[in-house]
Every structure is written in C-alpha cells, then in structure tokens.
C-alpha cells in the first residue's frame, strides 16, 4: 500500500499533489517510482521477502527498491489515490521537487548525468528474487540488464518497443528514451 501526498513548500503553502494515472508495472518502475517510503505499508509477507536477504550491493532509494521487489514478484500492491500527508520541500531539497528551480535548472537536473545504476537493480532483483517471479517480469528484467550492458541497437530496441514502458507522462517517458539511447541505463 502506500498513496498520494500532498507536496507542500516550507510555509505548508500547496505546491501540487502527487497523482499516478498510469498503470503500475514493473517497467514502469523503471521510469518513476510513484510509491514513497513515508506512506508505505508492507504485510508481513514481502516485510519477510524483502528483510530475509543479506543485500551485497548500495540501494540508492530504499523505497524504489521495495517497490521494485514488490512489482517484480506480482505482489498486490495498492494505491490509494487521497493524501494524508503534507510532504514538506524546501529550497535546498536534494531529492523532490525544487521549489526554487528555474526552469532551466529543472531541466538541466532532469537530463543530468547519472550513474548507471538500474541495470544493476534489475540485475539485483533477478538474482535475490527471479525465483518469485513469473516469466513476464524475468524477461522485462533481463532486457534491462542486457541493455545495461551491451547497449546494442537491438537491446535498446527491444526496450524503446515495450509499449509497456509508460507512464502516461511525456517528461518521463522522454527522460527514459533519451537515457535507453544515450547509454545511460
């Protein structure tokens, strides 16, 4: 479970309200997370799952990586589309929504270069979890891994063709194509 928050600057004036219109995936998981740590509840099933393995590896976000576990493993994960929660931004955030970005800064963030890093989660969640997943997911996540390190035309095909890699919002789904092509998955 976990739901929508109200994003707030550092007066609690209301800067927007998170909302998800697009249908949660695992390759969609791979684009945004929309599940944030501070409104999730997790039973004590994937609790288990998710706690029972020794990670070797740094999580840059933990509540991507349980959303992540969660979605490639078909677990019935719930959004609940009301707030209870402000969630307060300020100007120096490093993480969320900068309220103080001009628009050129917001853009130069959003294309910013980033570590490689999903190829190694879907690499992760393969070799901690592949045996609770279905083969659906299996292979989304071996096309991310394979794309991570051959960056071939044919791997980066084989991503730019799911048509299961959108979120319904063209800046994401932009920012994923352009890191598929330029290597940076």
Known sequence: YFSAVDIVDQNLNNIMKTKW?????????FIINPAMGCTMILNEELKKIICDK???????MHDSWIYRVGQSIGANIIYDDDSYILYRQHGNNVMG????ANFFKKISYFFKKKPK???EIAEKLLYYYENLMDDKNKKVLSDIVNLSQ???LKSKKIILQ???FNTNNIKWNIKFKYDVIFNRI
């Open 97 to 100: 929504y900068n309220v103080n």
């Open 150 to 152: 051959n960056h071939t």
């Open 54 to 60: 020794d990670l070797d590896f740094n999580i840059e």
């Open 162 to 164: 799911n048509d299961k």
């Open 117 to 119: 890093y999903l190829g």
């Open 21 to 29: 219109d697009f249908k949660f995936s695992i390759e969609n998981s």
